[in-house]
């Protein structure tokens, strides 16, 4: 009964260096999504899966690369982290992202600093 | 330009005292209006699909409401575990994906 779970929950990372951000979710969705959330601002979609072995750009792509490792998991990359990427990143997931289909899946975030 | 402007930003109630937050959109042929409440360290949880004028749902103390160009959220006799941020989105023609407001912090005070 896990839902989206998110992996990890917080960390701090320096100007230039690289990590992953993992979600998996047990509810056999097609769709996932990576969102960024900054204080005054809504959620911003980075990237998003509409199928396994699909991922598209969202409204803020810069910066990250993704992966869709399999149907339950989906990475976001930061590849050399910048401190406007200081934010809480959200996954989520959906049984489809076609009309009708509603977004009711998120994880609790990573909060991620960087200094 | 905003896709979606909710009011107010932040709204303070007494326990019991009924009130509505509102989502203006400005997409034409909107696809689906979506309610989320959020706690503070957690991700959003869903809470409601709109998806024509004149539609309504209720969950609770929860009433969401659609029209052509707005959304209303009511909450009545409101609880302090009401308290809460309460974000809108919508999914405009020709995208899967959803856009989101900047949210209304709730705080409902015993």
């Known amino acids: 009964n896990a839902g989206v779970t998110q992996t990890p929950k917080f960390q701090v990372l320096k100007t230039g260096q690289s990590m992953t951000l993992q979600c998996a979710q047990d509810m056999n969705h097609n769709s996932m999504y990576w969102y960024r959330q900054d204080p005054g601002m809504g959620l911003r979609l980075i990237y998003y899966s509409a199928s396994e072995g699909t991922t598209d750009k969202g409204e803020v792509p810069n910066g990250y690369n993704v992966s869709r490792l399999n149907k339950r998991e989906f990475s976001l990359r930061l590849e050399s982290a910048a401190p406007s990427q200081t934010s809480v990143y959200f996954c989520a997931s959906s049984e489809s992202s076609v009309l009708g289909a509603s977004l009711k899946h998120f994880g609790d975030g990573t909060r991620l600093s960087i200094l | 330009e905003d896709q979606v402007t909710q009011s107010p930003e932040a709204l303070r109630l007494q326990e019991g005292e009924s009130s509505s937050l509102n989502c203006s959109y400005t997409v034409s042929g909107l696809r689906g209006l979506f309610w989320y409440r959020q706690d503070p360290g957690k991700g959003p949880e869903f809470l409601f699909t709109l998806y024509s004028a004149g539609e309504e749902k209720e969950k609770e103390r929860l009433k969401a409401t659609l029209t052509k160009k707005e959304s209303f959220l009511h909450i009545t006799a409101p609880k302090p575990e009401d308290s809460a941020t309460y974000l809108c989105?919508?999914?405009?023609?020709?995208?899967?994906?959803?856009?989101f407001g900047k949210g209304t912090m709730l705080l409902v005070s015993p």
């Open positions: 989105a919508v999914q405009a023609p020709g995208y899967s994906t959803l856009t």
